[in-house]
């Protein structure tokens, strides 16, 4: 198991790498161009790269500190310190989720801004924003050592939440593609396809782990890893169709 712990370990440290080394040539390319936008998917991928590096620090806490109540992965217990409520909030996940919720809604905030949706539907708004202040919410408060259901509940909300805001960021970006001539445009939309289907994969895989944990495969799957790596290929995919050749024009 502790192996396993520790391939996965290194796995997510290889992919902080890659992201950090992303987040910096975005971060240029906004430094160069000042790009309202640019600045948007910085921190949607900012978010997302702390996404990993909450899920790295709870493995890295696992393998090779001396906290004794979390040994046990599965079940670990809560002596009820101050230090107790964030370690196990950060082994259960719970930042993890949270940084992911903040991505996504900064992904909203980007979808109204790029498709220049000043109507957008209100009611849309106020769904997005009171969902994910629950989601933050039931992740920072809502917790109990060792319990499955509300582990399920803590990965079901940013899930929902995900495909609240992606599947109408792909749509939109899907119609623009098809009706644009502009070659440039064209790659750019596209490459926010590859983003949203990257992100949305990234839930997607996590459930296909989880259902063949619970069918008896070993901790971290296959599956496991694709959805990290879904994670950088959206962010490679929207860095070079749409920030680099954007950074060009603007």
């Known amino acids: 198991m502790v192996e396993l712990i520790f391939i996965a370990w290194v796995y997510e440290l290889v992919i902080l790498i890659l992201m950090s080394l992303l987040l910096i040539l975005i971060f240029r390319k906004y430094l160069e161009k000042k790009h309202q936008l640019t600045l948007n998917l910085f921190f949607i991928f900012l978010?997302?790269?702390?996404?990993?590096?909450?899920s790295w620090i709870s493995k890295l806490l696992v393998i090779f500190s001396d906290i004794q109540y979390i040994k046990d992965i599965y079940t670990p217990t809560d002596p009820g310190t101050l230090e107790s409520w964030?370690?196990?909030?950060?082994?259960?996940?719970?930042?993890a989720f949270i940084a992911v919720t903040i991505a996504i809604y900064f992904s909203y905030v980007f979808k109204v801004k790029i498709f220049q949706e000043e109507g957008a539907n209100p009611i849309h708004r106020i769904i997005v924003i009171t969902f994910g202040?629950?989601?933050i919410f039931f992740n920072l408060?809502?917790?109990a050592a060792g319990s499955q259901l509300l582990m399920a509940l803590?990965?079901?909300f940013p899930f929902v939440y995900m495909s609240m805001v992606y599947f109408p960021f792909m749509k939109c970006s899907i119609n623009s593609c098809l009706e644009t001539d502009d070659i440039v445009f064209k790659r750019a939309f596209l490459s926010l396809i590859i983003m949203c289907v990257g992100f949305l994969a990234i839930f997607f895989l996590f459930t296909v782990?989880?259902?063949l944990i619970l069918l008896g495969s070993p901790r971290f799957t296959l599956f496991y890893f694709l959805a990290w790596a879904s994670a950088l290929i959206s962010m490679i995919g929207a860095y070079l169709g749409y920030i680099k050749p954007k950074s060009k024009e603007t």
Not at 86 to 95: E, G, Q
């Open 141 to 143: 408060f809502i917790y």
């Open 86 to 95: 964030f370690v196990l909030r950060i082994i259960d996940f719970r930042f």
């Open 133 to 135: 202040i629950w989601t």
């Open 154 to 156: 803590a990965f079901f």
């Open 209 to 211: 782990d989880r259902v």
């Open 47 to 54: 978010c997302f790269t702390f996404g990993i590096f909450f």
